[in-house]
T-cell receptor
Framework: SQQGEEDPQALSIQEGENATMNCSYKTSINNLQWYRQNSGRGLVHLILIRSNEREKHSGRLRVTLDTSKKSSSLLITASRAADTASYFCATPMDSSYKLIFGSGTRLLVRP | NAGVTQTPKFQVLKTGQSMTLQCAQDMNHNSMYWYRQDPGMGLRLIYYSASEGTTDKGEVPNGYNVSRLNKREFSLRLESAAPSQTSVYFC?????????????FGNGTRLTVT
């Protein structure tokens, strides 16, 4: 069974709009990570947020973490066509270094 | 700087054949991972290696074996391939710091079992 689940499964927006993706997980974690995957490629790490952090920024990306609700969100502001990709959250399995991925959100940014 | 290199990029096998997927990293990372990704789905962890000489099962280890040859290399072996193992296989590595470390991924091996 997967630890993290993203919502929505697919999202289509216009260039310039903001995109929000959510991730829910089941057990206590010490960190949560977000990754991007362009079609046919490997995953690329975006942001890591630790359990004692509530919000983290990186360029146009903002990640929040609510450990009481066991959820995280990824906000991409002022989206571009190049942001079209699948986005995955990942959390540790069994308090280990093993990372378990959700099923992802497919984002389409229309020019 | 190559990062994580996987070979081969593509492979077609017949049911029952065996093969080894190779992975090497040049970032001096302790931890290495093998994942599989089926169409439209997320990644599922097959095996994990915390350090040279150690391996641990992930979510879907059945039908696979691994070998952590040295710090750089982590191979995945299919002893008797089955059509259900048709997938894209990704290798990854990380520093494995306390509190979490990002994973660095290779570009994948696309395997088809007929």
């Amino acid at each position: 069974s997967q630890q993290g689940e993203e919502d929505p499964q697919a999202l289509s927006i216009q260039e310039g709009e903001n995109a929000t993706m959510n991730c829910s997980y089941k057990t206590s974690i010490n960190n949560l990570q977000w990754y991007r995957q362009n079609s046919g490629r490997g995953l690329v790490h975006l942001i890591l947020i630790r359990s004692n952090e509530r919000e983290k920024h990186s360029g146009r990306l903002r990640v929040t973490l609510d450990t009481s609700k066991k959820s995280s969100s990824l906000l991409i502001t002022a989206s571009r066509a190049a942001d079209t990709a699948s986005y995955f959250c990942a959390t540790p399995m069994d308090s280990s270094y093993k990372l378990i991925f959700g099923s992802g959100t497919r984002l389409l940014v229309r020019p | 700087n190559a990062g994580v290199t996987q070979t081969p990029k593509f492979q077609v096998l017949k049911t029952g054949q065996s093969m080894t997927l190779q992975c090497a990293q040049d970032m001096n990372h302790n931890s290495m991972y093998w994942y599989r990704q089926d169409p439209g789905m997320g990644l599922r962890l097959i095996y994990y290696s915390a350090s040279e000489g150690t391996t641990d099962k992930g979510e879907v280890p059945n039908g696979y074996n691994v070998s952590r040859l040295n710090k750089r290399e982590f191979s995945l072996r299919l002893e008797s391939a089955a059509p259900s193992q048709t997938s894209v296989y990704f290798c990854a590595s990380s520093e494995a710091r306390q509190g979490g470390s990002p994973l660095h991924f290779g570009n994948g091996t696309r395997l088809t079992v007929t």
